[in-house]
């Protein structure tokens, strides 16, 4: 369909995701026990109404909105793009709008002024503007009333999913890590090479045979994202060098070697299929604990989900920051800030450890301990901005968009002097990546970025 020959977006606006095909769609309904709906539109009103009633958090979002446009000043998507539509208000509008147009005057929203017959081009457009929004949450932090519109992007993207409009790339992510373990449908063997090639890395740099194990039985398990297998070769070697530093024993699990939890962004009944999977492992290899790696939204759905799961089963699950904040404070091991050089570091939190981990404090601790030269962002902590890929807009269809999205971090990086930012966080690290070298082309420039155990590796002594 050709929603954009009715519809005008602005700019970058006007970038949807490729939507997953019929056959990948029925697939992930069958992990997720639905049934796949022959008629779109009708499953998307029907799943709307049901969540209105049954929702009430994101009933009292729509409803209370009153329009006064704080969230705009606070919005990166707004931001970076001057679409209203691609703002929480905007978005919460274009679902405001179906609902009007199936309530009786007078009994919502006071009366029928901008209700909107749903048809093929409007859930267009609704599914666009709410996949490019990135749940950062940083609306929820300025709403005077305290709505969290990332709360109803998850709900109508659950909706959404339900009837059957999914991002490919999330609905890809999603069926790669519930049939292989990981988002990247890395094999088995493809994941041992990696760890043993890291291990070797570490002999040649470090002098050391680092120990651990991989699918065996041991007192803790550790989780990275899997991402840290195949691009963040840096982050997963200041891992094991750091949990051998502290003779942790530990082992690697290719059954679920995945912190990522993509089900955040699209429908939690594939949150809880992941998370569920995560827990089965751990107690199938009998661990005391689970130790998670690098990883924002991983990190959000393991403390606030899977967390209390392993509790059921009597494991700890913990933050491998805890682990080196503890490190650090008890002598544990010894860290030669020199070894960074005399680069300016600047620390600029994930989102979701800064608006949904509670994961602010440990990461800075550890970064004065382990650079010479540390800075905060001008926007930290709660009002940072968003790496401009959360939410599933990582994907390459939407690279001009998270361009835009991207400068707004730039910037504060710029402002401060920064040589190298530090965002300890599988997405973050992917899309500054793909981000810094066109922004660093445009300001002529040379910013680099790195994860928060990259420098441990490095600063860790012998």
């Known amino acids: 369909m050709d929603s ?14 490729f939507w997953a095909k019929e056959d990948l769609v029925k ?12 008629d779109v539109i009708e499953g998307f009103k029907t799943g709307l109404k049901r969540e209105i009633a049954r929702n009430r958090n994101v009933k009292m979002a729509i409803e209370t909105c009153v329009h006064c446009g704080a969230c705009l000043n606070a919005c990166p998507t707004y931001i970076a793009t001057g679409d209203i539509s691609n703002s929480p208000v905007g978005r919460a509008d274009l679902v405001r709008n179906v609902i009007k147009s199936e309530k009786p005057a007078g009994k919502i929203f006071g009366g029928l002024a901008g209700a909107r017959k749903l048809d093929a081009a409007y859930l267009d457009k609704i599914a666009t503007y709410y996949y490019q929004c990135l749940e950062c949450r940083r609306c929820g932090e300025i709403c005077p009333f305290g709505i969290d519109q990332a709360d109803v992007t998850r709900t109508v993207r659950s909706v959404l999913h339900d009837a059957g409009k999914i991002s490919r790339y999330t609905a890809t992510v999603i069926n790669n890590a519930e049939k292989t373990g990981n988002n990247m449908g890395l094999p088995a063997p493809a994941l041992k090479a990696t760890i043993d090639f890291v291990k070797d890395e570490i002999k040649e740099e470090k002098g050391i045979d680092v120990s651990f194990k991989v699918d065996e039985k041991a007192r803790a398990m550790f989780v990275p994202p899997s991402a840290d297998f195949f691009s963040n070769l840096e982050t997963l070697k200041g891992y094991m060098f750091f949990l051998h530093s502290i003779g ?8 679920h070697a995945e912190l990522a939890n993509f089900g955040l962004f699209t429908d939690t009944k594939h949150l809880r299929i992941i ?24 990190w959000r759905a393991f403390k606030n989900y899977v967390i209390p799961r392993l509790k059921e089963q009597g494991i700890e699950g913990i933050h491998i920051f805890y682990l080196v904040e503890e490190a650090l404070k008890t002598g544990k091991i010894k860290l030669n800030p020199d070894n960074n050089g005399d680069s300016v570091y600047v620390y600029q939190d994930p989102c979701n450890y800064a608006r949904g981990g509670d994961l602010i404090e440990e990461p800075r601790y550890i970064l004065q301990k382990v650079v010479k030269n540390y800075v905060d962002s001008p926007h930290s902590r709660e009002r940072t901005w968003c790496c401009g890929g959360g939410g599933g807009v990582l994907t390459d269809e939407l690279l001009p968009l998270r361009v835009e999205y991207a400068k707004l971090w730039y910037e504060d990086a710029a402002s401060v002097h920064g040589d190298q930012v530090i965002r300890p966080c599988a997405i973050c690290k992917a899309q500054l990546s793909h981000t810094i070298p066109k922004l660093n082309k445009m300001n002529s420039s040379n910013l680099t970025n790195s994860g928060l155990m990259d420098l441990v590796y490095k600063a860790l002594t012998v």
């Not at 954009?4 to 949807?16: H, I, P, Q, V």
């Not at 697939?27 to 022959?38: M, P, R, S, V, Y």
């Not at 942790?248 to 059954?255: G, I, K, L, S």
């Not at 998370?275 to 991983?298: I, T």
Request: proline residues 2%; charged residues 25%; glycine residues 12%.
């Open 275 to 298: 998370g569920d999977h995560l827990v089965s492992v751990a107690k199938k290899l009998g661990v005391k604990v689970v130790v998670a790696g690098e990883c924002g939204h991983g």
């Open 27 to 38: 697939t992930i309904h069958d992990k997720a026990g639905i049934e796949t709906l022959t």
């Open 4 to 17: 954009k020959a009715e519809f005008k977006f602005g700019n970058t606006s006007n970038m949807e995701p």
């Open 248 to 255: 942790m024993d530990y082992t690697f699990t290719t059954e």
